[in-house]
């Protein structure tokens, strides 16, 4: 499949125009606003000078659709997946978690969720892999991985205060 066409026009005093001309040959357009808002235009498919729709986003909602639009920053904690349904999720433990001073083994996080802890980061250091007598300290952050629904249960012990 051939690339899309995107072209870029300068807007003196309002921005930049993004026109994107799609594999089925329709004609979108998106206007970058010096303000950080955008205008998003759609063409009609009978003539593609002529503007169907147009939505003018505010930064927020520009940021969402962005979001929308580009899987992998569903979540800002979210670090990868994979196509047998697995994800990476960075947890960071409270000052004041139950957990603060105990060590990983107590936490029964991978026995309960299946979901492993695979790292922790505190201050400017990793430390992979931790072993079962890690003691946890507030700050920390954990990289835990495993399925959706187990990553969710982990960061639901982990987040006991």
């Known amino acids: 499949m051939p690339a899309p066409r995107m072209s ?43 503007c169907a729709q147009s939505l003018h986003l505010t930064e927020p909602e520009t940021a969402s659709l962005i ?37 990983v083994g ?6 309960e969720t299946g979901a492993s802890l695979v790292a922790v980061l505190r201050r400017a250091q990793a430390i992979p ?8 300290a507030g700050g920390d952050i954990l990289i835990v991985i495993g399925t959706r629904e187990g990553v969710e249960a982990a960061a639901e012990i982990l987040g006991r205060e």
Do not use: C, K
């Open 8 to 50: 870029t026009t300068p807007l003196p005093g309002i921005g930049v125009q993004y026109d994107l001309t799609t594999r089925e040959h329709r004609h979108l357009s998106v206007i970058a606003h010096r303000d950080g808002t955008r205008t998003v235009n759609v063409y009609r498919a009978d003539d593609p000078d002529a």
């Open 67 to 103: 979001d929308a639009l580009t899987p992998a920053h569903h979540s800002p904690n979210l670090l990868s997946t994979t196509d047998l349904g697995l994800v990476a999720e960075r947890i960071e433990l409270a000052a004041a978690s139950h957990w603060n001073g105990r060590v």
């Open 106 to 111: 107590e936490t029964r996080m991978r026995t």
């Open 129 to 136: 892999s931790p072993t079962p007598d890690f003691r946890l």
